[in-house]
């Protein structure tokens, strides 16, 4: 028997003696899994949108996502430098002269980072939810969450109602954050895994540097309140139309397969990778692997949160300390407080937020090289280099906050130089990869559950540097950078000795650089099987 002979008797032994994986879909087990869990599953996209333009719609679908809360990173900079909206929010707390120099620091820190703090617990809400009523169900929950609360914040009478508005909001970004980046991860080949993310995460910059020249194009609106209410206007018509999206684009192939939706699982696979060719060979062999992975996790049952830190240690330390260190290397000291920095160097706050929208010019074309860079380089050699360069800048960033004799402009042009250096890095390296990491190290039935700890750890951390910047730049000032700069140094540490290379590698396959077992069938033999038929195109990253 030749090698590919072999090869298809093994597969279709594997498919005639397997159980149908309806029979090994989970059942509901309480009230809200009964309640949210679909019974069927009914593809609502049109015909015409099969094969690439309904894989690059769908990867728009989440990225628009990302974009959602990269553009919510950014609005509230803007607002801090707005004059109309320090007095309408403020005046009872120091800010009656529309400056934020009176108004204690700890304010400002939980006006910015209350939305931080809800994402987390949205995240992990998203965790348990995405595995019941599957992905982009989760995508429309966050959308709306997030469309009404800036409805409610775009029209706020007081500060209370405001800070309402943005903690509620952030549940929303919580579900968005979490279920996006698994929605990429899930439809991408694994020699575009990382495009798919790399697109992704240049939405989520895009949706800031969005929001950055709004701020500034609304500020030349002043002194009328539309200066600060059209970036929520903007921010409900961006949400409206993910909403929208949701209700006709295709759920992921490895939800619907994990569910007992195998004929649709199959289709899904083909309709998004080869014009809706079921028997197309790649598709075939992509489709095995996902039903081999599915049938042998479904023999160990449902995961748990104490199987995260027993079982899948270490791909729970690797998401959970890549989103931490994402945030303690710094990126919203900058992005938070850059116009407030840039105006406490000397600039006034015009150009401040002229400088801010110019610099995230720079920070989102700095992640298009990542598209390719990721999957060619690898995922821990540009962590390390990021690590480095970004510790160098921000050293320098506190040189020249700190260094006596400066004038304002030297000063200020030095910290904005070595800040547009630092975004570009960043964007480049420790920005994308800690979101595609933790939605690709984890199996399928323990993807929702690590994405959902990796992202609750990014939105706390999150929380805590917004929280707590403000008042350490008041007590230690420019020292705060090197602060920063030794966690960066850190993190170096951890991506050269700790984690793992997990570039060109399916999502099942990924399982065996941790050490685990992928498949029901021989590992070896899966892999083999599904290496041997798939056609170039997909080798080249076709499916």
């Given amino acids: 028997m030749t090698k590919d002979e072999s090869s298809s008797a093994s597969q279709q032994e594997s498919i005639a003696t397997s159980e149908d994986l309806m029979a090994i879909a989970p059942e509901p087990q309480n009230f809200i899994e009964r309640a949210l869990k679909p019974a069927i599953y009914i593809p609502r996209y049109p015909k015409w949108m099969v094969g690439k333009p309904l894989l690059w719609a769908t990867c728009f679908f989440g990225s628009l996502g990302d974009a959602l809360f990269g553009y919510d990173q950014g609005i509230m900079s803007g607002l801090l430098v707005n004059e109309v909206f320090i007095k309408r929010f403020y005046s009872d707390h120091g800010g009656i002269d529309g400056t934020t120099h009176g108004i204690n620091p700890n304010l400002i820190g939980i006006t910015v980072s209350c939305l931080q703090l809800s ?52 549940l929303g970004v919580g579900f968005l954050s979490m279920t996006v980046p698994v929605i990429q991860t899930e439809i991408a080949a694994p020699h575009r895994r990382g495009l798919m993310v790399g697109v992704e995460y240049t939405f989520l910059i895009g949706g800031y540097m969005l929001s950055c020249w709004i701020d500034y194009g609304f500020n030349f609106l002043l002194p009328k309140d539309t200066s600060w209410q059209g970036p929520y206007f903007v921010q409900m018509g961006l949400a409206f139309v993910l909403f929208a999206m949701s209700f006709f684009l295709p759920e992921t192939p490895r939800w619907l397969a994990r569910n007992g939706f195998k004929k649709e699982a199959l289709q899904t696979v083909a309709d998004l990778h080869s014009a809706g060719d079921t028997n197309d060979q790649g598709v075939k062999h992509v489709f095995m ?255």
């Avoid at 914040?153 to 909001?169: D, V, Y």
């Avoid at 830190?309 to 890549?322: E, N």
């Avoid at 010019?361 to 360069?389: E, Q």
């Fill in 289 to 543: 692997e996902i039903e081999q992975a599915v049938k042998y996790e479904a023999t160990m049952g449902k995961v748990t949160y104490r199987e995260m830190f027993t079982k899948y240690r270490k791909r729970t330390l690797v998401g959970i300390t890549a989103q931490m260190f994402a945030q303690l290397n710094g990126i919203n000291v900058i992005s938070f407080y850059l116009p407030s920095s840039l105006a406490a160097a000397g600039f006034d706050n015009r150009r401040s937020l002229l400088f801010t929208a110019a610099n995230a010019i720079i920070y989102t074309s700095a992640t298009v090289p990542v598209w390719w860079l990721a999957d060619r380089w690898g995922r821990r050699p540009l962590l390390i280099f990021g690590g480095i360069a970004m510790a160098v800048a921000l050293s320098i960033m506190c040189v020249f906050n700190q260094a006596n004799g400066l004038s304002v402009t030297t000063r200020a042009n030095g910290i904005y130089s070595f800040v547009v250096i630092y975004n570009a890095l960043y964007g480049a390296t420790w920005g994308p990869m800690p979101w595609l990491l933790p939605a690709e190290i984890f199996p399928l039935r323990a993807r929702s559950k690590g994405m959902a700890l990796a992202t609750f750890s990014n939105w706390t951390f999150n929380f805590i540097i917004g929280m707590s910047s403000p008042a350490a730049f008041d007590g230690i000032h420019g020292y705060y950078y090197v602060i920063i700069a030794c966690f960066c140094l850190t993190s170096v540490c951890l991506a050269k000795f700790y984690y793992v290379e997990t570039a060109n590698h399916t999502l099942e396959e990924i399982a065996l650089a941790f050490g685990d077992k992928a498949f029901m069938m021989e590992d070896e033999q899966v892999i083999a099987d599904a290496a041997l038929m798939r056609r170039p195109s997909v080798k080249a990253g076709g499916v």
């Fill in 119 to 170: 994402a987390a617990i949205g995240s992990l809400t998203a965790g348990y939810l995405g595995d019941i009523m599957g992905r982009k169900r989760c995508v429309r929950v966050g959308g709306f969450i997030y469309f009404a609360m800036a409805f409610l914040q775009g029209f706020a009478p007081n500060l209370a109602c405001f800070i309402a508005g943005r903690t509620i909001q952030g």
